[in-house]
């Protein structure tokens, strides 16, 4: 599987994006969608994740009640909508597919098969 992450880019502190995730070939239903993010000089963190055949889904803390995470069944699309931004969400945020994941598991950027390019996004104060 393939993905093109797209819709990065600057923005201002309060201010939303729309992130994108589209996949080359059909994702099933047990198979989950994670969004991560490493901001400069950091580790990779947990940003979200959704079970595809599901409306299951999971935020890391530092983003919960800011970001959703939504997908598009009929065009293999993942969004990852986010308000309210703030200068540590700048990062370079990747999407990624992970077929045997499980819901303990769904936060671990190990557990994920394949993994989209990233997209730079960057909030100014």
């Known amino acids: 599987v393939q993905l093109q992450a797209s819709g990065g880019g600057l923005v201002q502190a309060g201010g939303s994006l729309r992130l994108s995730c589209a996949a080359s070939?059909?994702?099933?239903?047990?198979?989950?969608i994670g969004w991560f993010r490493q901001p400069p000089g950091k580790e990779r963190e947990f940003v979200a994740a959704i079970k595809w055949g599901s409306r299951h889904t999971t935020y890391g803390d530092s983003v919960k009640g800011r970001f959703a995470i939504s997908r598009d069944n009929a065009k293999n699309v993942v969004y990852l909508q986010m308000n309210s931004l703030k200068s540590e969400d700048t990062a370079v945020y990747y999407c990624?597919?992970?077929?045997?994941?499980?819901?303990?598991?769904?936060?671990?950027?190990?557990?994920?098969?394949?993994w989209g390019q990233g997209t730079q996004v960057t909030v100014s104060s």
């Open positions: 070939e059909r994702i099933y239903n047990n198979y989950y």
């Open positions: 990624a597919v992970g077929s045997r994941i499980i819901t303990s598991t769904q936060t671990m950027g190990a557990q994920y098969d394949y």
